[in-house]
């Protein structure tokens, strides 16, 4: 049994007309009228606007039906809130009042109503309410909107909402990192690709920036964990290069391989962000053969066609950083990564676009809208080419002009290039040794 304390006590019950002395006339703009009969000295004793309204500081007191008339006008919208407010007057704000809110946007609305007639006890339950439940988005931004413009009393409900500080922050980031590139087992796959969307989340910069920006700490910190993801991805090549080709296409393995090409993928986005792709790059390269040997071992079904394109995936940041000079490499290097991908590449994209059209809607989508991938690969592919020496250029161009996928990649301004080049290469080295004669001689 509660104790007395605890009971709601109702001093005077609201919309008692043989009780009551004050009647608070509730109008709208559209003429909505309504009466409410209420007793003075609750009205006084919560309310500084109904104390400062029936005090003897207002000029003029209206009497209706032989009673002190408060007119109170407000928004159609706000009428319930109103209504409710005054019923909450007669309750002994106790800490019972949970169940009394029926959610965030009606107490929001009281909160409103409460301030604006100078209601403490009300507010301060409101806010206890708010700051302890779960809120929607929507219904945080209608907190973020009103509550700043009340003052003190609510800060604590946009506790939730405020700045974190950079330790909390970096640490979060820390921890983050390390679990989205520790290889967890499949069943905590969703929430392995959830901490890596957070993570490219954090470093992004988008209408808003960045939540931290990436010193030499948190680079060292990603290149050790993404190292350490590559080291366990190249044991598993060397595993499956050493099994029988029956047990590679089994499709846990296979599972295992294209999870693993998934997570190399994502952390290819966020070396490529925070500007540190060079061992990713390198290691990529170093291990192509094996890459592609075992993708092409396996026997040919459309997750194994899915697995290619996401090898693809990777393969076009890896190119991508070396065509475009993000990432130096040798000569040797660079044409290793062309003669390794190249075939790889044009043999994969008539694969993809048959799953595609044979596929549902689901799958033709996806290949639409990666044919935005294709064309930059293709790009990336010339601009690799053309940075070779001519004789290495030649012997790639006489090997695709040949090849029954000549349509992709398309090398023609490859071609093009390589044949201005060769044509003008004896007289224009000729002026540049000239000129270098010339110069010598004065």
Same mark, same amino acid.
């Given at each position: 049994m509660d104790s007395p304390e605890n009971e709601i006590r109702v001093p005077g019950k609201i919309g008692d007309r043989s009780t009551s002395d004050v009647v608070v006339r509730l109008r709208t703009q559209d003429g909505r009228d309504d009466w409410?009969?209420?007793?003075?000295?609750?009205?006084?004793?919560?309310?500084?606007?109904?104390?400062?309204?029936?005090?003897?500081?207002?000029?003029?007191?209206?009497?209706?039906?032989?009673?002190n008339c408060v007119e109170v006008y407000c928004h159609e919208s706000d009428f319930d809130y109103h209504v409710n407010v005054l019923r909450l007057l007669y309750a002994v704000i106790d800490g019972s009042m949970d169940e009394m809110w029926h959610g965030v946007r009606n107490a929001l609305g009281i909160l409103q109503v409460? *301030?604006?007639?100078?209601?403490?006890?009300?507010? /301060?339950?409101?806010?206890?309410?708010?700051?302890? #439940?779960?809120?929607?988005?929507a219904e945080e931004e209608e907190i973020l909107r009103m509550i700043p413009h009340i003052g003190l009393q609510t800060e604590p409900i946009l506790a939730r909402l405020q700045p974190v500080n950079p330790s909390a922050i970096l640490g979060i980031f820390l921890s983050t990192i390390r679990f989205a590139t520790s290889s967890p087992p499949p069943p905590m796959?969703?929430? $392995?690709?959830?901490?890596?969307?957070?993570?490219?989340?954090m470093i992004t910069e988008d209408d808003d920036a960045p939540l931290l920006t990436a010193d030499d700490e948190i680079k060292l910190v990603v290149k050790e964990c993404v190292k350490s993801l590559l080291s366990r991805f190249n044991n598993l090549l060397e595993a499956l290069l050493c099994e029988p080709v029956?047990?590679?296409?089994?499709?846990?393995?296979?599972?295992?391989f294209q999870s693993y090409i998934s997570d190399l993928s994502w952390a290819g986005q966020i070396l490529?962000?925070?500007?540190?792709?060079?061992?990713?790059?390198?290691?990529?390269?170093?291990?192509?053969?094996?890459?592609?040997?075992?993708?092409e071992q396996a026997s040919p079904t459309a997750e194994i066609t899915e697995t290619r *394109?996401? #090898?693809?995936?990777?393969?076009?940041?890896?190119?991508?950083?070396?065509?475009?000079?993000?990432?130096?490499?040798? /000569?040797?290097?660079?044409?290793?990564?062309? $003669?390794?991908?190249?075939?790889?590449?044009? #043999? /994969?994209?008539?694969?993809?676009?048959?799953v595609g059209c044979d596929g549902d809607v689901d799958d033709a989508l996806t290949v639409k809208i990666d044919g935005e991938l294709w064309q930059s690969l293709e790009s990336t592919l010339v601009s690799i080419i053309l940075a070779l020496p001519s004789e290495d250029q030649a012997e790639i161009l006489t090997e695709w002009l040949g090849?029954?996928?000549?349509?992709?990649?398309?090398?023609?301004?490859?071609?093009?290039?390589?044949?201005?080049?060769?044509? #003008?290469?004896?007289?224009?080295?000729?002026?540049?040794?000239?000129?270098h004669a010339m110069t010598n001689t004065l």
């Open positions: 409410i009969y209420c007793h003075s000295h609750i009205l006084i004793e919560k309310s500084e606007y109904f104390a400062d309204r029936l005090s003897e500081n207002w000029p003029t007191c209206q009497i209706l039906d032989s009673r409460a *301030f604006e007639l100078g209601c403490p006890q009300i507010v /301060t339950a409101c806010v206890k309410y708010l700051e302890a #439940v779960p809120w929607e988005e796959n969703d929430l $392995k690709i959830s901490a890596q969307e957070q993570l490219e989340y029956e047990s590679v296409c089994g499709p846990g393995i296979m599972q295992s490529n962000k925070l500007e540190i792709m060079r061992e990713f790059v390198n290691n990529w390269i170093d291990v192509s053969d094996k890459i592609v040997k075992v993708v *394109f996401k #090898v693809i995936e990777v393969a076009a940041k890896v190119l991508e950083a070396i065509g475009y000079g993000t990432v130096i490499l040798p /000569t040797a290097k660079r044409l290793h990564a062309v $003669k390794v991908w190249l075939p790889f590449v044009r #043999v /994969t994209k008539p694969l993809v676009d048959t090849n029954e996928h000549i349509r992709y990649p398309d090398l023609t301004e490859a071609f093009e290039v390589w044949c201005y080049r060769s044509k #003008v290469a004896k007289r224009r080295l000729s002026l540049v040794v000239g000129n």
